[in-house]
């Protein structure tokens, strides 16, 4: 699997990307490039500007200078041409409590002006994401995070977007709905979806992730990728991340 990404080929792309709120700097000249078929997590540090990256890509924010382009759409100049090959699933996904798994991807597909035809489209989408099939017709007023999320992530598929943000997808997962949730991401994987993730999780970036980034004072200071099916060596991520290593190994020594 080829690790580079040009800015042509890319499904993502921030090009020397400046963002600031009240003219102070979030995004400092960031670069970040994400092809079709990968997965990429970015981390940081609490406030480094990883949700302000995916605003960007969204067009919630406008960079202050630099580009952003999503499948080629610049971002600042065709906002609707880009959102349309976007699928974003937030950190608390928003759909309809009251409504059933099956009526909210419906309802939504209406919204999109792409009704689906019949039921099969939906009950794809449903079955592709591993949503028990007795929880189709319950509302999603009780339904678990991990639950929601399948919901929302069958939505981008009936959707058909070749591009899904996502932000801190992680949070509040317990270890099966996590392991399953990463399942589903090398599924879309597979199927040419571009993955973009914003997380706190390294292991789960570290399980998932073909490349991993690492945003602080405004730009992706370090990359790593993953070769083939060789996966990262979490106890060097960690000290990047996180500025200390791990137990058991010299640098954790050195500092206990
Ligand atoms: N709308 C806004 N107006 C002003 N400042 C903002 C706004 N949104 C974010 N910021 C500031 O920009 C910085 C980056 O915020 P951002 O939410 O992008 O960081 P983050 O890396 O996602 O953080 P976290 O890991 O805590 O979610 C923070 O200092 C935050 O307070």
């Known amino acids: 699997m080829s690790t580079t990404t040009t800015e042509d080929s890319a499904a993502l792309a921030a090009s020397s990307l400046v963002v600031s709120y009240n003219a102070t700097p979030v995004l400092r000249g960031a670069d970040l490039h994400v092809r079709r078929g990968e997965i990429y997590a970015l981390l940081g540090g609490n406030g ?14 406008r960079p202050t200078s630099g580009s ?6 610049e971002v600042a100049q065709d906002p609707l041409s880009a959102r349309a090959q976007l699928a974003y699933v937030p950190e608390n996904v928003a759909l309809y409590d009251h409504l059933s798994a099956r009526e909210n991807i419906d309802y939504f597909m209406r919204l999109a002006g792409m009704p689906m035809k019949d039921g099969a489209g939906i009950e794809q989408a449903l079955e592709s994401v591993g949503l028990d099939r007795a929880a189709w017709d319950r509302r999603l007023g009780g339904f678990s995070k991990g639950m929601r999320q399948k919901v929302a992530i069958g939505l981008a598929l009936a959707r058909e977007t070749p591009v899904l943000l ?4 992680n949070t509040g997962l317990d270890p099966q709905a996590t392991s399953e949730l990463n399942r589903l991401l090398k599924q879309l994987r597979s199927r040419d979806i571009a993955i973009f993730m914003v997380t706190h999780d390294l292991l789960s970036a570290a399980e998932v992730a073909d490349r991993i980034g690492f945003l602080a ?6 990359e790593f990728s993953a070769s083939g099916t060789e996966r990262f060596d979490v106890r060097r991520l960690y000290r990047h991340y996180a500025g200390q290593g791990m137990p058991g190994d010299a640098a954790w020594s050195r500092q206990a």
């Open 217 to 222: 004072q405004g730009r992706i200071v370090e």
């Open 48 to 61: 480094a500007g990883k949700s302000t990256m995916i605003n960007a890509f969204l067009g919630f924010v």
């Open 68 to 73: 952003v382009r999503v499948c080629s759409h």
């Open 166 to 169: 996502l932000d801190e997808p």
